[in-house]
């Protein structure tokens, strides 16, 4: 492990995972969700999913992790030599492809925003000017692809610092930035004069529009808000030190992820109250319909660039933790200089991240299933690939893995640690396989 680097502080650790678990997840992808899916009712049952399915399932990836101080192929390999489980660890490093390549895109869409915001050329538009700007920018082939560029540069530049230097440092950084934009922005939410049908939306269930697709939809926003499923989070914890305790650290995260997309909703919805625009505006919620609010706002130029610069910290930290995955696999295993491998790693998500930026313009006609090349990983991502991965890894965990090593990575010393680790086994053997399944295959029905 000496050669390997590793987190320096317990700060740093929570501070870092949370910084991957806190995305585009949170605050671009859940609040339209949440509109899709009837509000509060959602919200319920997100909040089910994250305590019954992802605190087991992150814990699984934290026991893999620390347990091997290896990036998730290396993990697998060591835990189950010869045995097909060894696959797990390479469909991680390729759920890390899938995802990278669209996520990249979207974190271009952030820095462009915030440029626009910053520029104060974002300002001033109306509705339809907003749906056209996005449209016009995200169909683009140099634009975007730019974007991209400047995202990936970023990225692999903290990457190749290393985990203490680069990862932890920038996390302990931006985070707690973070936290204080959500905050501001929030409280400027619940002064507005829509603030409580915007609040009632956000906390009064409807269960009226509670379909079998919102535990679809909440299941699979849980695997991806959480970053489980593909390795992150095991080549997260494969730097943390002993002194970290495991149970803890997920509870905190889980509790954090969720309280920063449950602020996401503070933020948007009394705004999209007072202003008067729908909230059931599928993804283009936070990018087509957000600027018509802030032009209509007082100090409307303020709340943007603080706004689009929340959006862009959330987006790089996450981007970040799925980049690793990938590097920390090229350079463990092909004995590669951190450098090298990051910028391999980077040329291949520009030329990705290009193909499906280019998916919304000339590349518009290639689809399969009738999904352009950007909506087809995404659907690939979250709807297969993690579902998939975070089951596996749960059972993998829970059947295969000496339960003595799972009960010594979770510090099981008293009897009433026991009990409760016995029934942890009994959720990563039962039922976070079987709620996954059920949600996985009834899909493909509904
Ligand atoms: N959790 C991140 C988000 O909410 C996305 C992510 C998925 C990161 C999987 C790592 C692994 O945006």
């Known amino acids: 492990m000496s050669s390997r680097g590793s987190f320096a502080s317990k700060f740093g650790v929570l501070m870092a995972t949370v910084g991957s678990a806190v995305g585009l997840g949170n605050i671009w992808r859940f609040p339209y969700q949440m509109a899709n899916n009837g509000g509060a009712a959602f919200l319920l049952i997100y909040v089910v999913c994250v305590f019954l399915v992802g605190v087991p399932a992150m814990m699984a990836e934290f026991v893999i992790g620390r347990q091997t101080h290896k990036n998730a192929v290396g993990a697998f390999n060591q835990l189950a030599p010869n045995k097909a489980w060894r696959g797990l660890g390479y469909l991680g490093v390729f759920t890390g492809f899938v995802i990278d390549s669209y996520y990249c895109v979207v ?14 050329s974002l300002l001033g538009n109306s509705v339809e000017g907003y749906d056209e700007l996005f449209s016009t920018f995200a169909a683009g082939e140099v634009a975007p692809i730019v974007t991209i560029i400047i995202v990936v540069m970023i990225t692999s530049g903290i990457l190749v610092m290393g985990v203490r230097n680069g990862i932890e440092k920038v996390s302990k950084l931006l985070m707690p930035m973070l936290f204080m ?24 269930p409807n269960f009226s529009q509670i379909g079998f697709d919102s535990f679809v939809g909440a299941a699979g926003q849980a695997f991806f808000s959480l970053s489980i499923g593909m ?12 002194d970290v305790n495991l149970t803890r650290t997920a509870t905190q995260i889980a509790v954090i992820d ?8 503070i933020i948007i919805f009394p705004a999209v109250f007072t202003f008067g625009v729908t909230p059931e505006q599928g993804p283009g919620l936070v ?10 706002m007082s100090a409307g130029y303020i709340w ?6 929340l959006l862009f910290i959330a987006a790089l930290t996450s981007f970040l933790s799925i980049t690793e995955v990938v590097v920390a696999y090229m350079a463990e295993n092909f004995k590669l200089k951190r450098w090298v491998a990051a910028s391999m790693v980077g040329v291949m998500f520009i030329i990705l991240g290009a193909c499906a930026s280019l998916s919304f313009g000339p590349l518009k006609s290639y689809t399969i299933g009738g999904l352009i090349i950007f909506d087809m990983l995404d659907y690939l991502a979250s709807n297969i690939l993690l579902p998939i991965g975070g089951m596996l890894t749960s059972l993998f965990v829970g059947w295969r893995l000496d339960q003595k090593i799972v009960a010594s990575q979770l510090k099981v010393e008293s ?10 086994i009994i959720f990563l053997r039962f039922i976070v396989p079987l709620a996954v399944g059920i949600v996985f ?5 509904s």
């Open 107 to 120: 974190t271009g869409w952030t820095v462009y925003y915030l440029y626009l915001a910053v520029s104060g």
């Open 181 to 204: 934009l959500l905050i501001i922005l929030a409280i400027n939410s619940c002064c507005m004069s829509g603030a409580v049908e915007g609040l009632k939306y956000v906390f009064v």
């Open 231 to 242: 390795g992150a989070l095991i080549t997260y914890s494969s730097y943390f030190g002993n």
């Open 258 to 265: 969720m309280l920063v997309a449950i602020i996401a909703g």
């Open 287 to 296: 990018l087509k319909v957000f600027p018509v609010v802030f032009t209509r």
């Open 304 to 309: 943007s660039v603080l706004f689009y610069l």
């Open 415 to 424: 009897p009433s640690q026991y009990k409760f680790f016995k029934v942890y």
């Open 441 to 445: 295959i009834t899909q493909f029905f």
